[in-house]
Every structure is written in structure tokens, then in C-alpha cells.
């Protein structure tokens, strides 16, 4: 079991920490959290966002149907900016620790696919020859399919996980997570030595 919980460690909890440090402390940088004072205010406002989305997607798809997407892509309110990709795709999942093992879920798969993708041409010019519609519509595809399986992380990572403890890494990626979510509001709240008056 010992090591099970040292490869859990280094395979699924620090990944996990650091991709929850990174998002947090990005969240808390640019405001998208208010003012989140704990781990529980900071995932409920992440929840609130995450449905705020969904609802958001579907008021733009029922309106104006014939007017261009410039015109009904309007954030939800308490949305920034449309280049905070990381943030938007990690409400996209949920939000969360959910949502961050979604989006981690959804790296590690379609990474892969990109590299099978490209390992099965000789060359630059191999690949440029053989570019057409149809590749791009099944690279479409299989970023959806890629999606599907991130959404359904759970089933993807027991399927993967080989092992007699297989509920230490989901213990290990939750304290992970804790745990960078925790420090990234620490560090937030930490006020910077320039900031003092002393």
C-alpha cells in the first residue's frame, strides 16, 4: 500500500495540487471569486458561476437565432473577460474539484490523442499531404468524444488505475486539491511587504 500512495502522490496528487494552486490563485488574481474569504465560499461561488454559465448557453441558443454569435456571446454576470480560457473550461466541467480533475482529465486525453495524431506521419510534408476535410472533422469529433470522457472522469481514471487501492488516489487527489486551494487563498490574503506601512 506504501507504495501505491507514493505513485498516487506523484502521479495524480501533484499534478493536481499544482493545476489548483495555478487556477485558484488565477481566480482570486482576476476577482472571479468576489470576495471568497474560505475553500467552502470559494467552491459555492464556483458552483453559482458554473450554473450561471450553463444558463447563459442556453438563453444564447434559444435567442436570436439568425443574429451572429458576436451579437449573443454576452458573458454571464460575474464572468470576465472571454480570454480567461483556463477559468471558463474549468466551469465548463463543473467547477470545483470536479470541474479541476475534469479539465486535468481532459488534458491528459486529448494530449494523447494529439501525439498518436502525429506520430502516425512520416514527415511535415506526409502530414500536409494527407490534410483535408475529413481529418479535420474527425479531429472535431474526437475533441468532443475527448470532452465526453472528461466529463466522465471517474470511469475514465478507474479504467486506468491499476491497482489493489484504487481509493487512495481519489484520497490523494482530494487532499491535492484541498491543499492548493487552501494555500493559493492563503498566499491571496497574505498582503504583500511593499503593502504594509511600517
Not at 470545483?96 to 494523447?112: P, R, S
Not at 472522469?153 to 491497482?163: D, N, T, V
Amino acid at each position: 500500500m506504501f507504495r501505491e500512495l507514493i505513485r498516487a502522490v506523484f502521479t495524480a496528487g501533484l499534478p493536481v495540487f499544482v493545476t489548483a494552486f495555478a487556477l485558484f490563485s488565477w481566480a482570486l488574481k482576476s476577482n472571479h471569486l468576489g470576495s471568497a474569504s474560505s475553500l467552502k465560499e470559494m467552491e459555492k461561488e464556483l458552483k453559482r458561476q458554473s450554473k450561471e454559465k450553463s444558463a447563459q448557453k442556453k438563453r444564447n441558443k434559444g435567442k436570436n437565432l439568425g443574429s451572429s454569435s458576436a451579437e449573443t456571446a454576452v458573458p454571464a454576470p460575474g464572468m470576465k473577460r472571454k480570454t480567461d480560457i483556463f477559468h471558463n473550461k474549468w466551469l465548463a466541467f463543473g467547477g470545483g474539484f470536479y470541474g479541476l480533475v475534469g479539465l486535468l482529465t481532459y488534458a491528459v486525453v486529448e494530449l494523447g490523442e494529439l501525439r498518436d495524431f502525429f506520430v502516425q506521419f512520416e514527415s511535415f510534408a506526409s502530414l500536409l499531404s494527407q490534410m483535408g476535410f475529413d481529418m479535420l472533422i474527425n479531429l472535431i469529433i474526437d475533441a468532443v468524444m475527448n470532452f465526453v470522457v472528461a466529463i466522465a472522469w471517474p470511469a475514465y481514471w478507474l479504467s486506468e488505475i491499476h491497482g489493489e487501492y484504487i481509493w487512495v488516489w481519489f484520497i490523494v487527489a482530494y487532499a491535492a486539491y484541498w491543499t492548493g486551494a487552501k494555500l493559493a487563498l492563503q498566499r491571496a490574503n497574505t498582503p504583500a511587504r511593499g503593502d504594509d506601512n511600517s
